[in-house]
């Protein structure tokens, strides 16, 4: 079994800075990809992060700029730092693995941006 552990989440005044972690862990052969979605209260979970094939970032075009995903993959963890965060970044961020042809998200990290 594999199980994917994000943390980080927390309450944030506007403009702040805030860096979420996602382990994988239990047997794993191969990562394919790991991820960042994000879902905010009444609407559907959102793409927010990837690596693409070759290791060049991508973003969701809300987040650009501020967000920087990277990665150890020695310790098969996945981070998102996000910078100059807004109201509207608030929501439960998850993290998403492909490992070995199988579909695992974890249980989010919940991220309120507020004054």
């Known amino acids: 079994q594999v199980q994917l552990a994000e943390s980080g989440g927390g309450l944030v005044q506007p403009g702040g800075s805030l860096r979420l972690s996602c382990a994988a862990s239990?047997?794993?052969?191969?990562?394919?990809?790991m991820d960042w979605y994000r879902q905010a209260p009444g609407a559907s979970r959102e793409f927010v992060a990837t690596?693409?094939?070759?290791?060049?970032?991508i973003y969701a075009d809300s987040v650009k700029g501020r967000f920087t995903i990277s990665r150890d993959n020695a310790k098969n963890t996945i981070y998102l730092q996000m910078n100059s965060l807004k109201s509207e970044d608030t929501a439960v961020y998850y993290c998403?693995?492909?490992?070995?042809?199988?579909?695992?998200w974890g249980k989010g990290t919940l991220v309120t941006i507020s004054s």
């Open positions: 998403h693995a492909l490992i070995t042809g199988k579909n695992y």
């Open positions: 690596f693409a094939n070759g290791g060049r970032p």
């Open positions: 239990g047997t794993i052969l191969m990562i394919n990809s």
